[in-house]
């Protein structure tokens, strides 16, 4: 079975400081896609940044990078210089690359930033 | 450029009851995935849609079904409401399926439709 495990239900951080958001997940499959998304009050689920299996390198896009650990199946988010707007849920996802079209979602873990 | 559209925005219906939910792709996509999200849980897949046929299905059971129309927009309907299908339905739609290649297409989400079952 796949699955995605989010272990932090709720997290706060102040203003202009670093998180860490944690993910591990669970494939038999070798190549398969990361995310993470975010999900604002308004519900619009937003792709944050996403990282293909086969790349070594982390993805960064900003203030946004994650931590890839292939052998252990952890994907952690880390979001840097936090802003009021970064206050959301924030999802891990993976999907294969084997022909299959779902994405698997963890539970997700709400960031609240404090001013 | 408009994003992926869902209608309506919010729906209360009884246990029995029948529901249609539509979405409209982002322009230039030709499919559309669903997924249920319950309150305090990531979406799960219901099912995928592309060239009018369902591609993959999700652990759900025949009360739900769908369609895809020439345009590419589509419908979720669900028969036989139970108090358990209460959730958040998003639609998301990308170019093309993930292909068995390996290569992805990235899904973009609409902002839902919240169904309420009394």
Partial sequence: AQTVTQSQPEM???????????????TSESNY???WYKQPPSRQMILVIRQEAY?????????????????????????????LGDTAMYFCAFITGAGS???????????SVIP | DAGVTQSPTHLIKTRGQQVTLRCSP???????????????QGPQFIFQYYEE??????????????????NYSSELNVNALLLGDSALYLCASSLGPASGDGSYNEQFFGPG????VL
């Fill in chain 2, 113 to 116: 439709t919240r169904l309420t």
């Fill in chain 1, 12 to 26: 706060s951080v102040q203003e202009a400081e670093t998180v860490t958001l944690s993910c591990t997940y669970d």
């Fill in chain 2, 26 to 40: 982002k322009s230039g996509h030709d499919t559309v995935s669903w997924y249920q999200q319950a309150l305090g």
């Fill in chain 1, 55 to 83: 790349k070594q390198q982390n993805a960064t896009e900003n203030r946004f990078s994650v931590n890839f650990q292939k052998a252990a199946k952890s994907f952690s988010l880390k979001i840097s210089d936090s802003q």
């Fill in chain 2, 53 to 70: 046929e369902e591609r993959q299905r999700g652990n759900f059971p025949d009360r739900f079904s769908g369609h895809q129309f020439p």
């Fill in chain 1, 101 to 111: 079209y779902q994405l698997t979602f963890g539970k997700g873990t709400k960031l």
């Fill in chain 1, 33 to 35: 896609y990361l995310f």
